[in-house]
């Protein structure tokens, strides 16, 4: 007779671990190893590799971003430009570096005694050729003066110290030898260079709206607007083509200054 409260054991599926141990191979990852795959946490990229791609993404930011704001900064802030003759000496000498406010005259105002930095009206400069670097030396100087990691040199601008303002009668010379402005007798001895005189040449002009006229003051080494009358805008400089006022020479370090203007000068000469 069957015993009612037999119970008939349950076969337990056979578990490869088992085997394993039965037969003393290693489990679970160890086994893996030993069997030449890989384990899954192996397959993730190296560390070194990713911060290398940051270290270079950071570093081409840095260097786009103070490229671009060189650029804004020499387009609509400050300009440095190199000091190619003697015209302007002994306030400028040939080698300067000089920083020009963009600021001018297009938020504030070119005023008599400036020294300002403007292009060719036409004729003024000789043509002169800039010297070959190669292609390749070529397109770096071009793009890091357009930057404005450069200097701009000479080419087509030009550097003089404004002696009259539109409507202003300017004219050369009285008993003494000095120039007039609006009937009245300025003294530049501040800042002619030594041994020059205002003007060799006798000159009675005045100065047409929306123009100025400007002089070196190497005054007797100086193609400015008084030699410049038969050329394109009569010897006058449009306000258009001014690109700024020098305020400050940075180079030479041992000769670094600013340029104020001597308004002094011009203080008595009355409105046109």
């Given at each position: 007779m069957a015993d009612s409260d037999h119970v008939t054991p349950v076969q337990r599926a056979s578990d490869p671990a088992d085997d394993d141990r039965s037969a003393g191979r290693p489990t679970g990852d160890a086994g893996a190893e030993r069997e030449g795959t890989p384990p899954a946490h192996a397959a993730e990229p190296p560390r070194q590799r990713s911060?290398?791609?940051?270290?270079?993404?950071?570093?081409?930011?840095?260097?786009?971003?103070?490229?671009?704001?060189?650029?804004?900064?020499?387009?609509?802030?400050?300009?440095?430009?190199?000091?190619?003759?003697?015209?302007?000496e002994d306030t400028l000498q040939i080698g300067d570096r000089v920083m020009v406010s963009r600021l001018v005259p297009d938020v504030l105002d070119v005023n008599r005694g400036d020294v300002v930095v403007f292009v060719d009206p036409g004729g003024w400069l000789p043509p002169t050729e800039t010297p070959d670097a190669g292609p390749v030396g070529n397109a770096v100087r071009e793009a890091a003066t357009f930057i404005g990691l450069l200097p701009q040199d000479s080419g087509e601008h030009l550097i003089k110290r404004v002696?009259?303002?539109?409507?202003?009668?300017?004219?050369?010379?009285?008993?003494?030898?000095?120039?007039?402005?609006?009937?009245?007798?300025?003294?530049?001895?501040?800042?002619?260079?030594?041994?020059?005189?205002?003007?060799?040449?006798?000159?009675?002009?005045?100065?047409?709206?929306?123009?100025?006229?400007?002089?070196?003051?190497?005054?007797?080494?100086?193609?400015?607007?008084?030699?410049?009358?038969?050329?394109?805008?009569?010897?006058?400089?449009?306000?258009?083509n001014v690109v700024g006022n020098a305020f400050v020479i940075v180079w030479p370090f041992e000769d670094a200054r600013l340029l104020r203007n001597p308004s002094d000068v011009f203080a008595q000469v009355p409105a046109p």
């Open positions: 911060r290398g791609l940051s270290l270079l993404r950071e570093s081409a930011i840095i260097v786009i971003s103070a490229l671009v704001l060189s650029w804004l900064i020499k387009t609509f802030l400050v300009q440095a430009f190199y000091i190619p003759s003697a015209s302007m002696v009259g303002t539109p409507g202003d009668t300017v004219e050369c010379c009285d008993e003494e030898g000095r120039v007039s402005v609006n009937g009245v007798a300025v003294d530049e001895g501040r800042y002619l260079a030594a041994g020059s005189v205002p003007s060799q040449t006798e000159f009675s002009t005045q100065v047409p709206e929306d123009m100025l006229f400007v002089m070196g003051d190497n005054r007797q080494n100086s193609q400015d607007s008084r030699y410049n009358t038969g050329k394109p805008g009569g010897g006058f400089v449009p306000l258009d």
